[in-house]
């Protein structure tokens, strides 16, 4: 890893822990401020700043790390709390059978501009009611090094279990995402595992592992890749590979400017057999006190300057919902744009599982991850039994992920 690259992470880590020290809370003291629980790739500057000066408010965030964390941040909350919530779409249900989610007025966000796979209200709906918006979306599927890994290789799902890529791989380190990847792998619907399924996703994942060098967050497999540590990420996708430059971070591309050029050796794919699609939602929170805010803020990102600066993010790049997003040449090659209609077709929308099967599936992660030293792997009989879900995402999900 070069000097410049382990600064770029130094700093990184040291303005999060910053920023969360100095406002871990929701600020409640003046209608001026507008709260909102998002992903890091919410929290340019640039991207807040038009609406901060046209509205005379400002932004205040939090970041979030899985939807159960959301689901325990509102669900203790006060009334006036939190405004806006940006998570797993799929997720949106979930928390508007709890009452925590504002309906909202489909006519309100038009969707001529959306892919219709995209822009369908099923994943943002509950008993017939919207509750959730799409905004961004990208793919949990595999990112490679294509000087060293041939591309036509990583069509094939299964690819990254052969010998010959042994201490070559990185596994993104989010347990719901690449078990859902590994159960595609087996010919399984991510949707519908049962626990019949368990051993054989078991022995797979941990096959998997046997064969990778890393497990890491966003970050680690993102630089890992950039530096040559490995040649492919399992889980990875634009987000992994676009915007990254030689020296292994993110660059942003602003409105008034080019993207830089990206980097050819570094690229993504979606198998034949199929990727996990991730798409993030824009939902307002019932007991927000500034809901007429809160809607202009939803309207706001789904706008194709918004969108734009929402698909260069500093923290990652991904897939504007908007296909009017003003992106150049360059940009759109690094996104793969005129891959998105096969990579949609071809991916399965982030899968939504009960409390008893999101434990067994996490007891299982957490079964064949404890072991780091590259040994043999365990045997489902080891598996600890699961606990329940709860309110807590645990160590296993990043605090910043697509």
Known sequence: MSARSRRSILAAATAFSLLAAMAPTPLRAADEVLNVLTWCD????????????????????????????????????????????????TAAPQLAAAGLLAPLDPAVFP?????????????????????????????HAVAFNQAHVSAPDMDDINAPWQPRYKGRIAIYDSYLPIL?????????????LTEADLPALHDKLAALRANASLVGDTASVQQALADGQVDIVVGGGGWTT???????????????????????DLT?????????RWQHGISIVEASQRKALALAFARYLRTPAAQARLATSSCYWGMPANTRAPLDDATRAALHWAQQPAYIAASHSFPIVNDAMDARLRALWADVM??????????????????PAGDATGADEPTAQP
């Open 111 to 139: 969707a001529t501009d959306i892919p219709p796979a995209i822009a369908s209200p099923a994943s943002g709906s509950y008993q017939g009611q919207l509750y959730s918006v799409p905004e961004k979306y990208g793919f």
């Open 180 to 192: 859902s990847y590994v159960a595609l792998a087996l010919g399984l619907d991510p949707d519908h």
């Open 242 to 264: 676009a915007g990254v430059d030689e020296g292994g971070t993110v660059t942003t591309a602003d409105a008034d400017a080019h993207a830089p050029p990206p980097r050819p």
């Open 370 to 387: 404890k072991d780091t030293s590259g040994g043999t792997p365990p045997t489902p009989a080891s598996m600890a039994a699961p606990q």
């Open 42 to 89: 919410h929290e340019d500057p640039e991207l807040l700043g038009p609406f901060e000066q046209a509205n005379k408010v400002r932004i205040h965030f939090k970041d979030i790390d899985g939807t159960e964390a959301v689901r325990g941040i509102l669900r203790q909350a006060q009334a006036g709390d939190w405004d806006v919530v940006i998570m797993e779409e």
């Open 268 to 276: 993504f794919t979606v198998p034949r057999q199929g990727g996990i």
